[in-house]
């Protein structure tokens, strides 16, 4: 296993929260803040950030939240916009990817 730099990383938390959910998109906000290193709050705002913005879909079944990332979403920078969520998650996280294609 490759040393763990904590002085900077190439996703932002935004990035970091995405590839937890699609890895268990039935995660408790506790366990991606935990995961990702950041606080239950901050991971809340980015869920509702990322929602908005088209790329997660959240369903509710019984009293869990599950999470759905959205595979056909693209990048919103420019220099990324041509690229969309699935292959970036299939390269973090697997052939499985933890999107759906829609």
Same mark, same amino acid.
Do not use: C
């Given at each position: ?16 929260? =995405? ?8 995660? %408790?906000? #506790?366990? +991606? &803040?935990? /995961? ?19 790329? =997660? ?8 939240? %599950?999470? #759905?990332? +959205? &595979?056909? /979403? ?29």
């Amino acid at each position: 296993m490759l040393p763990v730099s904590r002085e900077w990383t190439f996703l932002s938390n935004h990035g970091h929260v =995405l590839v937890s959910l699609a890895r268990d998109p039935e995660a %408790r906000m #506790r366990d +991606v &803040a935990e /995961a990702v290193g950041i606080t239950e709050r901050a991971v809340q705002q980015i869920v509702h950030d990322l929602v908005d913005e088209g790329y =997660l879909h959240k369903s509710k079944t019984g009293r869990r939240n %599950r999470y #759905r990332v +959205v &595979a056909g /979403a693209h990048f919103r920078h420019h220099l990324e916009a041509g690229l969309t969520l699935g292959p970036f998650l299939e390269l973090v996280n697997g052939p499985r990817g933890g999107a759906d294609r829609g």
